[in-house]
């Protein structure tokens, strides 16, 4: 499609703005910064030579700088027109129509040649139901305005009062002198004293006028070498060929004048009014304003008015970009009849307010403990698991259940589980909280109504890791949640990790559907308490015992999974008890030793470490030449996985 | 009736020619509609009988494009000068915020130039307004023709308040504008004082021109 050259000249930059066209300005700004969201379609109309080519080139080359993306098509209303005409008699009307979709920004000038022709009207209507349906902005110039096209179509007449009409009004005195300067600027020519304001005080058209008077004093000075003063610039003007508008645009020069005193004297509701005008135009509800429009009061009361009104939608314009910040598909984002209406600025900070509750990330893991810095042993078959789901979070193992007494080290594991997950992946979110406060927080958030925030800040955590979830026991609404809450992570392939003092089955207090999903992952247990440090002990790393079933069988603890299984494979599970051949070694108390923040761990651990009761295999038991036909459960198949 | 209106930025007055039948009201439209450029030229809207003679008004909205910002534009209407329609007279005549009295400068339209005046008087202050207090302009009209009364006589008759006086011969252009000039000024500064004196703004929509 045939589009023609935007002239590099007409931006927005060179366009001098004054009373007479301040709003075509304004609102073409705004088109060129936002193509398709708010003045659409914009109907800028004017007498000739009055910048209306100007503008819409602006747009165009705005528009193209801002957003590079944007199918932009500038042309003629002819020209258009023609091209939709052949493509239709060319029978290619479907292939255009997807052409014209993918228009952007569509620019036509001189939109008037439409009276009369009702075939062109038909198919221009068809055209921009296309475009605009698509999102595209539409930007059309005339030399009239729209009802004073003659025959035009009554759907078309609707559209453009759908969108903005604008005028450009002829500049008046001031701005004609600052055209007449840039123009000489722009033609790398200086004027002396007085010729910008003698040529402005003429009564020319329009600025095409202004600046054929303008180039012709240029002209003589180019010609002659010399500088035109003001005297003799008004000479040549006079001269032969002096430009005027006529009676009437006499008559409109000298009723502008008076209009502007009129004017100059009621600045402050004229600070009301601009103010209406202005917010209006960006969308914003006026009522205060508009209130004080019809009973006025003192000048102070009206600047203090709008300062506050200002004030007010600054505010809303930070809320608004707090939200879109914190969420950027936020639904709050289309309360627009709140987050433009200033006088609700208070109900738009709830709602931010409920944004940023739901939108604060759930808090993070300890940072005091890592694989590495855990008080237990690695080879711990639980400490594997960890590791082995924090490798391939949400798919693998998953949930995971860590289940032992005070002091076994399972917050601490679950913490480095998260802080695994947050190092393999900075982006990754991971909530690491205890149930207590799981609880709380759904209190506080019923309290202020906000439970829907409340559960959204959950569930968009990839990894969701809750200590001590046997406090939820006698919970309803807890649970309920926790319940629907572990459904919809599971279903997002969020990685999931309890911790209890008992294994699921012995659970007290919690529902059955959300015991047995509890536990309806890996079930993995620590003995506890957790081993006290000894600074010798990594030099002094001897290999593993294998102690087999003579190994001091405390209390072989059992996950869930294991206390299932068969009686008649005892041996493997008394085997089970000690992987750390420092057993019974450590004694010293270590409070505080690694951190502390965690329940279990800080705790002067008496007896040494008996850390590694998990169920887990030792190496003796992983000779996967004896092994694989004996593992009916999945988590014996993990001692193979883990390796 | 005229309006600044800060929220749609607009500035609406009503100027209404008044006078004797056949005093040329609707020959002023005509030239200021005909000096319109083609940018601006709206439809003047005129009722007339066969003869020519205006039966109910004449009606031509003048938009003067965006001044200082605000979109502005006189409704410029004449009355039917006729006796027997005095019911339009009155009817145009309301909200009316300046008047341009069109006087037949011929000798022998002189008492029906005193009586349409009294008529206005009377008219204006039906509506409650006092001739004194309304911006009002006096037209000396068709002084090309032989033997009219000059503007000097008819001054000494007819502008007995004193306001503003062109002569005119409206049929060639002369003095049309002139005309149009001063009252719209009489009427835009009225408009200014009246604002400054009661703080009085209209904020709502403009109102329809009837």
Redesign the interface.
Known sequence: MRTLELDPRFTFEAFIVG?????ACAAARRVAESPGSTYNPLFIY???GLGKTHLVTAIGQYARRVLPELRIVYDTLEHFMEAVMAAIEEGERESFREQLGEIGLLLLDDVQFLAGRHRTQEELLRAWDTITSRGGQVVLTS??PPH?IDGLDERLLSRFAGGLIV????P?YETRVAIVRRKAEERGQTLADGVAEALARFAF?NVRELQGALNRILAVQELEGREIGAEEAERILRSPVRAT????????A???E??????A??TA??Q??DA??RW?GEGYRTRRL?AA??E?GSDEAIEQLVRGFEADVARLREIVSEIAALDPGAPELDRLELLRDPDRVEEAEVLLEGVRDRMRPLPAPPGTFTFASLPLEPDLFAVRVAAAAAEEPGSRYNPIYIHGPENSGKSALLAALGRALMDADPERSVGYLDGATFARELIQAIEKNRVDGWRIRFRRTDALLIDDVDVLADTERAQAELFHLFDDLIRAGAQLAFTASCPPQELTGLEDRLRTRLGSGVVVELEGPVRTETPARDAEEPPLQMEGPDLPAEEPALAAEESALPTEEPAWHDGAAAFDPEAGAGTEAATGARGGTVDAVGVAAEGGERDGSVRGPDRWFEDREKLPIRWPYPVDRLSEELE | MSL?N????E?TCKIVYYGPGRSGKTTNLQH?HA??????K?QMVSLATETDRTLFFDFLPLD?????????RLQLYTVPGQVYYNATRKLVLRGADGIVFVADSQREQLEENIESLRNLQENLLEHGFDIREIPLILQYNKQDLPGVLSPEVLEEVLNFRGVPSFPATAVT?VGV?DT??RI??LV??N??DR??RT?E?A?GPTSSPQ
């Open positions: 009373e007479g066209n301040r709003l004017s007498a000739s030399d009239r004073e005028d450009v009004g002829p008046d058209a508008g006529g009676e009437f645009h006499d008559f409109v000298e009723i502008s008076t209009v502007g005193e009129m004017l004297h009621d509701e004229r009301l009014a209406i005008l209006e508009e429009l019809a006025p | 600044v800060y929220s749609s930025r500035i200021v000096s319109l450029p083609d940018g601006r709206s003067l494009g965006t001044i200082s910002g605000f979109r502005t252009g504008f149009l000039r719209s000024e835009l500064r408009l200014s604002f400054r703080g703004l904020a």
